[in-house]
């Protein structure tokens, strides 16, 4: 696992928050009590087309982590999720082999603890996680106040 700081400005984030909102596909998820954006990719439990992915939305993500020192790897989902009203994510491990990253895109929130392999990590709004998401248990606790936006994707 590996902490990324300052990945993304405050005014990046809070604009690509809004640009996510506005033209992606919005999806609750059936297993657990979240909201998910689905931006470019296609998970089996949420088949999306692909005439409603959105390059435009990926290539801005992709060009901004080319400036930092964020490792490259071939995307093969991306998304956001928002939680809020006391929604989280169970406890889990993603598809074998995955490697799974989490950068957080809002504070202001209470609760929406970020663990990964039952350890709290620290995320500020711009900073982002590289882990083994096939092999690490990782979770987000209830958001109690305020809503938590997230940027995840998966990579081979």
């Not at 990324?4 to 984030?13: A, D, I, P, V």
């Not at 290539?59 to 006391?86: A, R, S």
Request: with cysteine; hydrophobic share 35%; glycine share 8%.
């Amino acid at each position: 696992m590996k902490i990324y700081k300052n990945l993304f400005s405050n005014e990046f984030c809070d604009n690509l928050i809004e640009k996510i909102k506005n033209e992606c596909v919005l999806s609750e998820s059936y297993k657990t009590d979240w909201f998910v954006w689905l931006i470019w990719g296609q998970q089996p439990s949420q088949p999306l087309g692909r005439e409603k992915w959105n390059e435009e939305i990926y290539n801005v993500v992709i060009n901004e982590l080319v400036k930092c020192d964020f490792p490259k790897h071939k995307i093969m989902w991306l998304q956001m999720t928002e939680y809020k009203d006391g929604r989280w994510l169970r406890r889990h491990t993603d598809g074998a082999g995955n490697k799974t990253s989490i950068i957080l895109l809002s504070n202001g929130f209470v609760g929406g603890d970020t663990y990964i392999n039952d350890r709290v990590v620290n995320l500020e709004k711009g900073d982002g996680v590289l882990f083994a998401g096939g092999h690490q248990y990782h979770e987000i606790k209830p958001v109690t106040k305020g809503t938590r936006y997230a940027l995840n994707f998966w990579f081979h």
